[in-house]
Structure formats: C-alpha cells, structure tokens
C-alpha cells in the first residue's frame, strides 16, 4: 500500500469512478470545479456526502451550485455536519487521504493545489458497513432545497 500524490490520487480514482456502476464519496468540503471534474467522467449512480455546515457554504469551501449540478445530474448529495472524512468509494476499492473533493484538494488547478496524500485500500465488508453507516445517517439534499 502506497502513498500517492494528489496528481496520481487523482488518476487513480478518475480510473476507480469509470469503472464502476456506483461509488459513494465522502468529503468535507465540495467546489464547482469538482463537480464538472466529476460530471467529465459520467459516474453512474453516484452518492456524495458532504459537512454542509452554514460555515462551509459563507467560506467557499462547500458550494452550492456544486450540490446543484450532481442534483441535476440524477447523483444523490447528503449533509452530514459532523464529516470531516475523505473517502473515494467504488466498487472494491477506496481512495482514502486528506484530498477534499475540491480544485486544491484534487489538483484540478492549473498551477496544482494542496500538497496532499492518499492510499488505496482494498474495501472489505468492514469499511462498506462504515461508509454505509454515514450515508444512512446524513441528511438528504433534494433539488428543491438548494
């Protein structure tokens, strides 16, 4: 298991994302340039939970035209205020680091982003039960609540 930088982080779940009928990714925080990121891959069935806190929203580290997009795109988005994780979910594999699903955070940037670190780990019946726990227990964004 090695350590992989935001740039082959990023590959690594561009490949993950195609792949896969589905894929649940956690993030605290969530920017337009990534959703178009994510939109450019044509994800199926796609579930993204962010912190969503008021805080997030007044800073621009969430957006809401970001949530906005993934709604329209018939993706489902999920608040969760107390998720702090950074977690790329699909199929039997999970990208886990400290990349939020942001430009900085995925090196979506011209000139790169943050200095970031991430690692994937096979998905074992464990770590599907955790990531299932936080989905079912944030909250549901709809369409008409953005």
Not at 88 to 115: C, H, K, M, P, W
Request: glycine share 4%.
């Amino acid at each position: 298991m090695d350590l992989l930088s935001a740039d082959e982080a990023k590959i690594a779940c561009e490949q993950m994302m195609i792949s896969a009928n589905s894929g649940v990714i956690l993030s605290a925080f969530f920017s337009v340039p990534a959703a178009e990121w994510i939109l450019s891959l044509q994800p199926k069935n796609l579930t993204v939970v962010i912190r969503g806190r008021l805080s997030d929203f007044r800073s621009s580290a969430a957006s809401l035209e970001a949530i906005k997009l993934l709604l329209d795109a018939g993706h489902k988005v999920f608040f969760n205020f107390a998720l702090h994780a950074k977690v790329f979910y699909f199929r039997d594999q999970i990208l886990v680091g400290s990349s939020n699903l942001t430009a900085n955070g995925l090196n979506l940037l011209e000139l790169g982003g943050n200095l970031e670190l991430s690692t994937v780990v096979t998905a074992s019946e464990q770590n599907r039960l955790i990531v299932e726990r936080i989905v079912k227990t944030s909250l549901p964004i709809e369409k008409d609540t953005v």
